[in-house]
């Protein structure tokens, strides 16, 4: 009788299973941008019934897959020899190792692939077609065909955690978002100034000295005086923790890098052991930001000390790249220290530069005997490349270019593309970040190939790799705010053909990204709403246009200073700029604001519109607003030299020119220089005025800048009143650096906000 029932029950769940209704399926919206896509007719349903099978060298990504299903859909794929099917196949003529096939009809999904890494990634292009969540048991997948490889072999992220520290947990959270966007290596910031965060067991004051620092700075660097919380902060990954970390890593195709800074950025180490620098005085663990001058000595006990250090890390990280960092060495200590000196001659070295670079080719000599291979940051050009080196490249493109011309593996992550640390939006309202500006569009439209390389030189480009510095991002969920969206931006950078690209066709794609985001509880930065404001003449007329990058949403706004609600006015068309004007505006849909509140103040001042010239161009990574930033009628942030305002020369001294197309009277212009220091920004000491007047006279005149001690100088120069045709302004950079001070011995940068001519 009861095995009646047992027969009964059976039957009936199979029937209930199989007239469950299956969920709609999902259009198909996957990140990155697959190489083609076909769609075809039907849908296969995946259930219960459906079966699995596997080439046993795919048997690791098959039972991902069926795991992946059974706890978040609780779908648990059969064995048996009915139902559709889903099948793992090994195809060796697959050209490109991590390229793949998807083929999905109403009866059959087939994946082929020639190794793991490709089946990998088709089932992460397969889990984007299923619904984010159903309650359905029965869910339909929309019939497609997709053909799909890398365009580049290195598809990075990085994470510091040494400025702050972060959970084995989160790590493993940060690893799975790259998975999911197919990214395959993982660089993990170990060591630095401010905390050392792997157990190595030779050295155990690592963990007891230098894993901790006293307290920690509050504010931003450029915030006077500096003020610290007073608390112990720090923390290390035991060596059994790191093994765990890089097998999860493993299981998703993605390969960890540890990076073992030498010989600057080691102010930790030293603090725990101080006979590794040059002075042998006891020094602490950095407590703020910026570079430091206390560095690895390259005394035979110091590179006792590295080696031992590489023999615990390398058996931990199978991969064959151990990154040593190589960037930001202050040579003060070095040019002080009589060993150092001593070592110079003996080598036949000319300068530090050189002694930088016979450090780093000893080390790489010791790395390579051990079967790894190393990379470096771009200083690792200085004075000599070694061997064997791969370089990246951060300060710009110009290391990768003279890297792939010495026919050196290089790996692009400028600041100006790949800084995650840096500002996404101009929005006062944005979390504090170290500086700059980079917004999702900038991300998106990096090409990691120099333009100055040849075919044959760009070979030697590997790809590309998004930075996340946390000198200012001390939690997981600002991890995720500041790395999220930017870091699928960047798979796509590194993944798709630049010819399939198409930034509006991302915008889609990326909203329903989010929706899987929101569902794994990912804090991202969602700016896709955010408003933006343009100043540009027409027909002689100022005119200011407001947009948002989701192009289908309401914007409403005010000019009277107040905040946009629900009914306050709609933007339909430019607005007519005709005295100064404070305009607000915020993104609506159904009622509701989803944006934030963007504002801007124009001032119109008698330079706004008209020509300006520069004699050097500002650098490119602090260039959002270009020439025209100078004399827009909209002052820069106060926050922040990061934004679209302010403009950013590096060591030049800048001659602005603004013609006026008629004689112009006027009697003072005003400017303000940012002057954080600690970011290498100093205001200038002197600014030349030549006035070109309506006569054809010219008045010179040069005015010492004083009261430089504030974050933001602010500078006016007054005149009788004079009709102008011509204004040229020379503002001359203030110069290296000087010792003692962040970035000593290098030139100084120089930031120039609105120039207002009244």
Known sequence: MKFHHYILLV??????????????????????????????????????????????????????????????????LSDAKTGNIISFTIDE?????????????????LITAKNSKGAFYAVQSLLQLIPIKTDSKSIAIQCIDIKDEPQFTYRGMHLDVARHFFSVEFIKKYINLMSMLKMNTFHWHLTEDQGWRIEIKKYPKLQEIAAYRKETLIGHYSDQPHKFDGKKYGGYYTQEEIKEIVKYASDRQITVIP??????????????????????????????????????????????FLEDVLDEVIPLFPGKYIHIGGDEAPKSRWKNCNHCQKLIKKEGLKDEHELQSYFITRMEKYINSKGKQIIGWDEILEGGLAPNATVMSWRGTNGAVEAAKQKHNVILTPQSHCY????????????VAIGGFLPLEKVYHFNPIPKELTPKESKYVLGAQGNVWTEYIPTPEKVEYMALPRMIALSEVVWSKQENKNYGDFKQRL???????????????????EVFGNLHSENNQLLYTLSTSSNDKVIRYTIDGTNPTNNSLVYKKPLLIEKNITIKGASFENGKQISLIFSETINKHKALGKNVTLNVQPHKSYNAGGKKALINGISGSNKRYGDKEWLGFWGENVEITIDFDKPTEINSIST?????????????????FSFHLEDGKTINDIRQINNRDNLLVNYKYEIETIKVTKVE??????????????????????????????
């Not at 697959?94 to 999904?109: A, M, Q």
């Not at 002075?279 to 602490?284: A, P």
């Open 420 to 431: 995650f640390d840096h500002y996404q939006s101009t929005n006062e309202n944005e979390p």
């Open 259 to 304: 990076e073992i800074e030498m010989p600057g950025h080691s102010q930790a180490a030293i603090a725990a052991y101080p006979e590794l620098g040059c002075t042998g005085k006891q020094v602490e663990v950095a407590t703020k930001w910026g570079v430091f001058e206390d560095i690895y000595c390259p005394k035979e006990s110091t590179f006792r």
């Open 511 to 529: 909203i329903y990204f989010q929706k899987r985001l929101d569902h794994l509880n990912v804090n991202y930065a969602n700016h896709l709403y």
């Open 729 to 758: 302004i020379i503002i001359k950079n203030f110069g290296e650096i000087p010792e003692g001070k962040q970035g000593a011995g290098h030139k100084a940068w120089t930031f120039i906000d609105e120039i207002i001519v009244e």
């Open 93 to 109: 003529t697959i050209i490109n190792n991590e390229g793949y096939s998807l083929k999905i009809e109403e009866n059959k999904i």
């Open 672 to 688: 303000r220089f940012h002057n954080g220091n600690g970011q290498w920004i100093y205001a200038p000491n002197e600014i030349g």
């Open 11 to 76: 039957f009936i769940l199979f029937i209930k299973s199989c007239s469950e209704k299956p969920s709609d399926p999902v259009s198909p919206n996957i990140i990155p941008k697959p190489l083609s896509e076909k769609i075809l007719q039907g849908v296969f349903i995946l259930n219960n019934e459906t079966k699995i099978e596997a080439n046993e060298a795919l048997k690791s990504v098959s039972n991902y897959f069926t795991n992946y299903l059974n706890e978040g859909y609780q779908i648990n």
